[in-house]
Nanobody, 129 residues
């Protein structure tokens, strides 16, 4: 059984937008810290956006100003609004969570040092020219 279920991926032209969703179908209380992590073909996973239980967020430099992470606690859903998509944004996008909350570095949730415990199965985003 998959606890995190992503949707919203697809094919889009460069400059376009997509909104990804991740529903926490089981034990939503464990999703104290949530993140979007992407993996381009042949490359390692990269966390691009993270949000802590208090709503504080952090972004990878590669997506800052273009992507927005948010969550709706009433719906147990995490979102990633992606605007100004670039070819290099093409990847499988996963949502992940940490029940202990985000690891903080200088008071901000860390993309790299947070230990993600649960993962979804991913949703594919393909950006074309």
């Amino acid at each position: 059984q998959v606890d995190l279920v992503e949707s919203g991926g697809g094919s889009v032209q460069a400059g376009g937008s997509l909104r990804l969703s991740c529903v926490v179908s089981r034990n939503p209380a464990r999703s104290a810290c949530m993140a979007w992590v992407r993996q381009p073909p042949g490359n390692e996973r990269e966390a691009v956006a993270v949000i802590d239980r208090d709503g504080s967020a952090n972004y990878a430099d590669s997506v800052k100003g273009r992507f927005t992470i948010s969550k709706d606690n009433a719906k147990n859903t995490l979102y990633l609004e992606m605007n100004g998509l670039k070819l290099e944004d093409s990847a499988m996008y996963y949502c992940a969570d940490d029940p202990w909350g985000c690891t903080l570095i200088n008071g901000s949730p860390s993309l790299v040092y947070t230990s993600y415990r649960r993962w979804g199965q991913g949703t594919q985003v393909t950006v074309s020219s």
